[in-house]
């Protein structure tokens, strides 16, 4: 799948550069049609070598996420892992409806404060303070609108969950990235659950098929499981790999579940709860025995990766992988609309491709 979408968008991006020099390009470009194939060498694009301050900006102070790393970095016991980098200013605007999370942001403005963190009245205000940027707001919809002034700043940027609201918005998002030739990833702190070392050391040897579950809660503004049930999901793709085919879901009031078949024929489930206790973990099925996924390893390990993310340009997860969980979840939702049929993802992802090739470049 990957390699037919890279070739295709490489071919076109090759030829329009011949044709437009870079203001006719800006002019007149569509995200859809470049950068996805040279994102494919994004670690070797985006290597530029380690930067030494570390003063960071947070957009969106409208999720619990803001609060946590600014305390992780600017408290007064700040592990040493964490040293040499600090958050400095935020812009606190995050969604624009989203109730649950505009009433967040004058109490977490007032908690930043005391952590010493400026409050800037624009993204542009911020991005001229710091070196690299956070982005947490936690409405996946405005996403792109924020990231962009970022890109055409040149400043590195992680991209909380969920990295866009639909699939097109993420294409578009890493289409952007690899255009100004500025890194960026996203991920869930579940990707970091703690049994994910056993599975990466290869203490079950071949993983032949996962189970994995998280809370899944509704938001109406985002599919069904980008909003909350993508932490399960990321777990399942961080044992299993890219690679699925299809897609079946099954839904009631209460629960979700979504049954991927790879295209090796193995089999990864997603569990979404929304009743009950509310817990996160799995298990990984591998060619010497299982493994529990273990229990929830906090924002630490996730802020490890984001801060060596910064230090080196290397992003630590392919959008490849971050691109496919967002096609699961979008077949997962047309699974649902279609009574529970199989639906094939690589046709979600080119559906996703064409969407984004219609959004302006701005």
């Not at 490489?10 to 194939?37: C, P, S, W």
């Not at 932490?231 to 979504?258: N, P, Q, W, Y």
């Not at 992988?321 to 096609?327: D, K, R, S, V």
């Not at 047309?334 to 080119?350: C, H, L, T």
Request: hydrophobic residues 40%; positive net charge; charged residues 25%.
């Amino acid at each position: 799948m990957w390699e037919l979408f890279n070739k295709s968008l490489l071919h076109n991006y090759k030829v329009m550069n011949k044709e437009l020099n870079r203001r006719d390009f800006v002019r007149t470009a569509t995200l859809g049609g470049i950068g996805l194939g040279l994102a494919a060498k994004a670690e070797t694009l985006f290597g530029m070598g380690s930067q030494a301050s570390g003063r960071i900006g947070i957009i969106g102070l409208d999720t619990s996420h803001s609060t946590a790393f600014t305390k992780a970095l600017n408290g007064p016991d700040v592990k040493p892992e964490f040293s040499g980098f600090r958050i400095v200013a935020a812009y606190p605007k995050g969604s624009n409806d989203i109730k649950s999370s505009v009433d967040r942001i004058p109490g977490y403005i007032e908690e930043v404060k005391k952590y010493g963190v400026e409050i800037a009245n624009s993204i542009e205000e911020l991005i001229s303070k710091v070196d690299y940027l956070l982005l947490e707001t936690n409405d996946g919809r405005i996403h792109l609108e924020q990231a962009l002034p970022v890109f055409k700043a040149g400043k590195r940027m992680f991209i909380d969950k969920p990295i866009a609201a639909s699939l097109e918005h993420a294409i578009a998002i890493f289409n952007a990235s690899a255009f100004y030739k500025v890194p960026v990833f996203s991920a869930s702190s579940l990707r970091y659950i703690s049994g994910i070392k056993d599975i990466e050391s290869g203490k079950i040897g071949k993983i032949l098929g996962a189970d994995a579950y998280s809370p899944c809660s509704l938001e109406k503004s985002h599919p069904d499981l980008f909003w909350y049930g993508i932490h399960g999901v990321e777990t399942l793709f961080t044992v299993m790999g890219t690679g699925c085919k299809t897609v079946t879901r099954i839904s009631t009031a209460d629960t979700d579940v979504a049954v991927g078949v790879w295209n090796d024929g193995r089999i990864g489930t997603f569990r979404g709860t929304r009743s009950g206790a509310h817990g996160y973990g799995g298990t990984a099925y591998g060619e010497k025995g299982d493994l529990s996924l273990g229990t929830y390893a906090g924002y630490d390990p996730l802020l490890v990766r984001i801060l060596e993310f910064f230090k080196t340009g290397v992003v630590p997860v392919k959008k490849e992988e971050t691109l496919e969980i967002f096609a699961f979840m979008q077949a997962a939702d047309i699974s649902k609309q279609k009574g529970g049929v199989p639906v094939d993802v690589a046709k979600v992802m080119a559906d996703g491709i064409k969407k984004a090739a219609k959004i302006k470049f701005v």
